[in-house]
């Protein structure tokens, strides 16, 4: 029993501080060493609190944007503030347009900020606020414009796309428009500041998306197009992909293989429809759909792409991750099952009153266990029997006893299931479990050894008993006075046989009401109460929760993983997923090694991470330096 409740210590010491690290440190290079692991831990802390400008008596937050570099915190009465994304330091604010006159979200490039109202649209400077040009659109925008930065034949090609009210496109050379705005006349050689126009005569319900070489909108009608944007092919159609029902929620783009790595980037368009159906389009075909799936459910609201996974809110408010390379639900493993059932009555045989006996493990055996589950309407287990003859494992005997399995009941059940043996076959590959009264309703935990060739017992996982079988006699449940008399029973058990498998769910969160931000180890989202609550991005369990209804505003962060949140009275926090140093030490185990872990120090948060630029950092401009102080003679 010393050895039994070492075992208990040690498995809930490591999976009560963080199970992962445990399970994992032989793989990572923590083993017999000492070391230390730096893990971020999904719970929010703020990183900078700051206060945007406008006058809290008449005036509240209108649209709240960012990118990598800034946060900006437009206002009612066309009040913009631009902030430090890294600090909180407010770069500069400006009164932009006429007060009052209807605006949209801002557009940001490397060294831009465009913000449209009413009809005209405004160009500034990112981190100075300097005014470059105003310019009347011919038409009412629709949504918010889209500024692009691209290296075309060698030179910088800076240009800006507005969606209008007639179903088209307008776009500008930026350098055309600030000559504009600076000296009131165009250049000698260009005739209009307007580029190009693209027609597609239907309406565009959401902001442009912007490829490495194509300009991508969906219509209202349910038909996505690409455009060139650059060359002697600008403003063309490249393909017209027809989803044949309206679309529901903004194009989603996602960029595998970005610029600068071996590979030519992989760029997939994602739409979705009214009618529940979601496709993913390459982007630079001529339309090629690598897949289209039928969610039955339409998707309403922004998507997410990080990488291979897409992250989508149904109508329903469920969050789902899909993937982007086929499209399927992403399944998580819900560990091995088995179920030995009886479905029928034969005659002279024991009469079926439901028998059904669970046994199922999630996760390793090394540090969980397994549990058995009688689900049967008024019949006992009196053998249960596990057999690993179909797997490459068999069970690891005792020492001292070869002829005993290592397998030990936990937390006390063995009294109230009846266990009364363990045995063990000679080949080491089956274990017999006898019990004397094995009701329904109730459970038995199983701690087991495992053991394989040329791998430690820890590194074994549950998915080695896939295939594995189980039996088990089960037979009426005695009266107290048949079991205190010895009288016979009046059927004898009968045997059921069940097979492991492993179990999977679809990745799914319900309650969902918009996406924020995703980290490395989580994925963030505002729920239907106003709160903010992150969840595990592998496993989909819950990971962190805040009261957060006082924030009127919370951002959709598709570029870092800041989370972003602003009150209607401009005050703007980040907060920033912490970042914990851990020690692990390694403890003798049962099966090996275990490793204890310890909380060394909370360290100082860092840059945000990158999802569309992963390779870059923040835009950091320099502080003027100050005068030097007067030299005293």
Not at 121 to 128: A, G, N, P
């Amino acid at each position: 029993m010393k050895r039994l409740s070492l075992f208990c210590l040690l498995t809930l010491t490591v999976l009560s501080a963080t199970p992962a690290m445990a399970q994992n440190a032989q793989d990572a290079g923590f083993a017999e060493t000492g070391d230390q692991l730096v893990q971020s831990v999904p719970s929010l802390t703020q990183h900078w609190s700051a206060q945007a400008v406008l006058n809290q008596s008449i005036d509240e937050v209108a649209w709240l944007t960012a990118d990598e570099d800034v946060v900006i915190v437009q206002s009612v009465r066309g009040v913009v503030t631009v902030l430090s994304a890294q600090n909180g330091r407010e770069y500069w604010s400006a009164q932009v347009g006429v007060t009052n006159d209807a605006s949209l979200p801002a557009a940001t490039s490397e060294q831009l900020i465009a913000i449209t109202t009413g009809p005209t649209v405004h160009l500034y400077q990112k981190f100075t606020g300097k005014r470059l040009s105003s310019y009347r659109l011919p038409l009412q925008p629709v949504a918010s414009p889209t500024l692009v930065r691209r290296e075309v034949f060698g030179r910088m090609a800076r240009w800006l796309f507005v969606p209008l009210i007639d179903g088209s496109i307008s776009a500008y050379d930026i350098e055309i428009l600030e000559r504009l705005g600076s000296l009131g006349q165009l250049p000698d050689d260009v005739d209009r500041a307007e580029g190009w126009r693209y027609r597609v005569g239907e309406e565009i319900p959401f902001a442009l998306t912007a490829a490495q070489d194509r300009i991508i909108l969906a219509s209202t009608v349910g038909n996505v197009f690409a455009a060139d944007m650059f060359g002697s092919d600008a403003g063309g159609t490249q393909f017209q992909f027809l989803m044949q029902n309206p679309v529901s929620a903004p194009p989603a783009l996602s960029v595998r293989n970005a610029a600068g790595a071996e590979q030519a980037a992989d760029e997939r368009v994602v739409s979705t429809t009214e009618d529940g159906r979601i496709f993913c389009v390459d982007v630079n075909s001529s339309g090629h759909m690598y897949w289209g799936h039928s969610l039955g459910v339409p998707i309403d609201r922004q998507m997410l792409t990080l990488g291979d996974e897409l992250y989508v809110i149904d109508r329903g408010n469920s969050l789902m991750r899909l993937g982007i390379e086929d499209g399927e639900a992403f399944q998580l493993d819900r560990g091995i099952s088995a179920v030995a059932s009886q479905s029928e009555s034969r005659r002279g045989q024991l009469r079926a009153y439901g028998a059904s006996i669970e046994v199922a493990i999630e996760g390793n055996p090394a540090f969980a266990p397994f549990r058995i589950a009688n689900r049967s309407t008024r019949q006992q287990i009196r053998v249960l029997t596990i057999d690993l003859s179909s797997t490459p494992c068999n069970f690891m005997s005792q020492e001292g006893d070869p002829s005993l399995a290592d397998v030990r009941a936990l937390l006390g059940t063995n009294v109230e299931t009846g266990l009364t043996s363990i045995e063990m076959s000679p080949d080491q590959k089956q274990i017999t479990l006898n019990f004397t009264s094995f009701d329904p309703d109730e459970f038995l935990y199983l701690g087991i050894a495992l053991n394989q060739q040329g791998r430690q017992p820890w590194e074994i996982e549950g998915d080695v008993f896939d295939g594995a079988e189980v039996r088990a006699l089960v037979a009426p449940r005695r009266s107290a006075t048949a079991l205190a008399s010895g009288a016979s029973e009046a059927f004898p058990p009968a045997r059921i046989i069940g097979r492991m498998q492993k179990i999977s769910d679809p990745w799914k969160v319900d309650g969902v009401s918009k996406l924020l931000a995703a980290s490395d180890s989580a994925i963030y989202f505002e729920d239907l109460f106003g709160r903010i609550v992150g969840v595990y991005r592998d496993s989909a369990e819950p990971a962190f929760r805040m009261d957060a209804e006082e924030y009127s505003h919370k951002l959709f962060n598709d570029r870092t993983d800041r989370v972003i949140v602003c009150t209607s009275r401009g005050r703007v926090v980040s907060m920033a997923e912490r970042r914990m140093q851990y020690g692990l030490i390694p403890v003798p185990g049962i099966t090996g090694n275990l490793w204890a872990v310890s909380t060394v120090a909370e360290l100082a948060v860092e840059f945000a991470r990158f999802h569309r630029n992963p390779s870059e950092r923040p835009l950091m401009p320099d502080v003027p330096v100050q005068d030097p102080a007067p030299v005293l003679e």
